[in-house]
């Protein structure tokens, strides 16, 4: 019998509420996060629940990661799987949300905004930088600029899809 099984993702900048819905959907089937994969994640068996998810985007510590966890602790979500600033949290169906207030989900894309902000700007830099070094290097040509490029355009709508998210949070501030 099968104990885990992958899920792809749509991208949690594109579809956050959709995946975390979807993620709820597989844990009544008995299928749970464990982790996150190569672009999806891994399911793990159990008994069916009736679990929801929510993000929660923070670049914490090592040191201060047991006390951010028990701040949603407190509140009846438990930590999942973290992967860099983007932790996941699971609780019982019914558990107030983990962002309720415009302040608290425009801080909460603000982080992810300009991490990816960041990525795109270095990614296109590298490939602006590969078209000029070109002629000096067959490495460059096949391998640097071309998978430079096809970073920065997904790092770069990513960052527009967070930038439009925060700016309509922020509009309601």
């Known amino acids: 019998m099968e104990?885990?099984?992958y899920m792809p993702s749509a991208g949690l900048a594109f579809a956050e509420e959709r995946e975390m819905k979807?993620?709820?959907k597989?844990?009544?089937k008995g299928w749970v996060l464990e982790k996150f994969s190569f672009m999806g994640y891994t399911?793990?068996?159990?008994?069916?629940?009736h679990l929801i998810y929510s993000l929660d985007y923070q670049n914490v510590k090592e040191d201060e990661t047991e006390e951010y966890y028990d701040v949603f602790r407190s509140a009846g979500w438990e930590p999942v799987t973290s992967s860099g600033s983007v932790h996941v949290f699971s609780a019982e169906?019914?558990?107030p949300p983990i962002h309720t207030e415009d302040?608290?989900?425009a801080e909460k894309y603000a982080v992810m905004k300009n991490w990816f902000g960041s990525i795109a700007c270095f990614?296109?830099?590298?490939a602006i930088a590969s078209v000029f070094l070109m002629q000096e290097s067959v490495i460059i040509q096949r391998f640097i600029f071309p998978a430079s490029l096809a970073l920065a355009v997904p790092a770069a709508l990513t960052f527009i899809t967070l930038?439009?998210?925060?700016?309509s949070v922020r509009k309601n501030l």
């Open 22 to 24: 979807k993620l709820s």
């Open 103 to 105: 302040e608290s989900k």
């Open 163 to 167: 930038q439009i998210r925060y700016a």
């Open 43 to 49: 399911l793990k068996k159990s008994n069916p629940q």
């Open 123 to 126: 990614l296109t830099l590298l």
């Open 26 to 28: 597989m844990a009544k």
């Open 93 to 95: 169906e019914g558990t």
């Open 3 to 5: 104990k885990r099984r």
